[in-house]
Nanobody, 118 residues
Framework: QVRLVESGGGLVQPGGSLRLSCTASGRTSSINTMDWFRQAPGKEREFVAKIIWRTGYTTYADNAKGRFTISRDTTTNTVYLQMNNLQPEDTAVYYC???????????WGQGTQVTVSS
């Protein structure tokens, strides 16, 4: 089992930046990938970015490319999402998840609210 705790959400004006953090505890030595997803009101949860834990290789959704950066600190078992030039359509609850080697299901955090508004 792995436990994920997100932080860093908040209210920001259009064009602003936020950095989200997600710290894992428990079976962190088995982490294969960590992802960020988001869910806006009335919409389905959507993929934002992924990082391969061992190599640091990253993948982004099209609407995140060039504005968002996912990174990780393997010493603190933390994954980050740096979000720049935020727009109102980025308003959502942001969730991190972790997939462990040998497991089918992802582990999810509780989410952190990001609101972009003037």
């Amino acid at each position: 089992q792995v436990r994920l705790v997100e932080s860093g959400g908040g209210l920001v004006q259009p064009g602003g930046s936020l950095r989200l953090s997600c710290t894992a505890s428990g079976r962190t030595s088995s982490i294969n990938t960590m992802d960020w997803f988001r869910q806006a009101p009335g919409k389905e949860r959507e993929f934002v970015a992924k990082i391969i834990w061992r190599t640091g290789y990253t993948t982004y959704a099209d609407n995140a490319k060039g504005r968002f950066t996912i990174s990780r600190d393997t010493t603190t078992n933390t994954v980050y999402l740096q979000m720049n030039n935020l727009q109102p359509e980025d308003t959502a609850v942001y969730y991190c998840n972790a997939r462990l080697r040998g497991e089918m299901n992802a582990h999810w955090g509780q989410g952190t609210q990001v609101t972009v508004s003037s």
